[in-house]
């Protein structure tokens, strides 16, 4: 450990290059932090990549024996942890197997940090049976925190778990570059040409289910001149192709696949409205709404009570509506293809509201903030 460095040591379930909403908070406060004067270390799983260091940031990489309950169950992270020193040790959670590491490690004295943080990105969601016997032991190690990092405020309202312990909690979204690409004008053209005479929805996630694709396509059944794209992949893209063709819905619903990183501007630049029909409140978040409000896009999203709907705002930004209700979601997004003013309002103040709250310039200094 360099002693003219503040470390700070993250223990997640999974980090680069898997992709993820607790994965890119992760790349975000390590990229907020500078190099020369943080020593910044990772420890997660991984079956299919080594231990690397990648902009300043070292990964180690650990081995897990199998998947249960959202967990990667990892003896080798155990003992790669033993003899543990550092600064800050940030946890992200929830991940249930690094909080009964955590409690072994820290009462043998066998890890050692002057300060704990924990990202509480979200509650356990479909696991409330085996999630039962662990609610003492988490509790305990939310209390033995010094700060709880949340994206949002509605997280702290909403969450048994850290709702008595608001007054350790601090919120610090994720953020972007306000940096517009000016370069897209003609693929924006091409975009626009291809789909001609129809309004653009569009969304962009894995295709799986607590994404809620499916209502948002079984939506388009009651929506006239228009046409939703989907960009992303997934164990469901199968099922949305099937239900597609048996519905005969192929002029309204358009699967993209995997949009390169160069053309996602394109798209956010070229849709009418962003859908965002997420069912579950395992979504914690939702940066791509960010993304497409960055580009003044009205957002339809879904009642989780979760940052999503603090992100977008019902009524300000978008229209918020109930999660898994494809009626809903064809009343709203017909609402506001019928009504081109209030449309254009939503997205002028979705373009205000990135600027002043997820800045990523403002948020970096937060993230400085918590380690003091």
């Not at 990667?72 to 991940?95: A, C, E, N, W, Y």
């Not at 517009?180 to 693929?187: G, I, K, P, S």
Request: charged share 25%.
């Amino acid at each position: 450990m360099d002693k003219d460095k503040i470390k700070i040591t993250h223990i997640t379930r999974f980090a680069k290059p898997h992709v993820g909403g607790i994965e890119a908070v992760i790349e975000q406060i390590n990229e907020s932090l500078p190099n020369e004067k943080f020593e910044k270390e990772v420890f997660c799983c991984s079956n299919t990549d080594k231990s690397s260091i990648d902009n300043g940031v070292k990964y180690n990489r650990c081995r897990y024996l199998f998947d249960f309950a959202a967990n990667s169950i990892s003896p080798q992270l155990f003992f790669r942890l033993i003899g543990l020193k550092t600064d800050i040790i940030h946890f992200h959670m929830p991940v249930i197997q690094n909080v009964v590491i955590w409690f072994i490690l820290y009462h043998l004295r066998l890890i050692k940090y002057k300060k704990m943080i924990v990202t509480y990105h979200s509650d356990v969601v479909g696991y409330d049976k085996i999630m039962r016997p662990f609610v003492p032991l988490y509790k305990y190690f939310l209390n033995k925190a010094d700060n709880i990092h949340v994206l949002s405020p509605n997280i702290i309202q909403s969450s048994d778990m850290i709702r008595g312990l608001k007054d350790k909690c601090i919120v610090i979204p994720q953020g972007i570059s306000l940096n517009d690409n000016l370069n897209n004008v003609q693929r924006v053209k091409e975009i626009r040409e291809r789909y001609k005479d129809k309004k653009i929805i569009f969304s962009l996630g894995r295709h799986v289910n607590y994404k809620g694709f499916i209502y948002g396509i079984r939506a388009m059944e009651d929506v006239a001149n228009a046409v939703y794209l989907i960009g992303g992949s997934g164990p469901l893209t199968e099922s949305f192709e099937k239900y597609i063709n048996e519905n005969n819905l192929q002029e309204k619903v358009v699967l993209l696949g995997r949009i390169n990183d160069e053309d996602l501007d394109a798209y956010y630049q070229s849709c009418d409205i962003y859908l965002f029909p997420s069912i579950l409140p395992s979504e914690a978040f939702g940066i791509v709404q960010i993304e497409a409000m960055k580009h003044g896009k009205p957002v339809i999203n879904t009642n989780l009570q979760t940052g999503v709907n603090y992100v977008s705002i019902d009524g300000e930004t978008g229209l918020t509506v109930e999660p898994a209700n494809s009626k809903a979601l064809s009343d709203a997004i017909n609402r506001l293809l019928s009504d081109e003013p209030l449309r254009l309002q939503y997205g002028q103040n979705a373009r205000k509201r990135v600027e002043n709250v997820f800045d990523v310039e403002k948020i970096k200094l937060s993230y400085i903030s918590l380690t003091e």
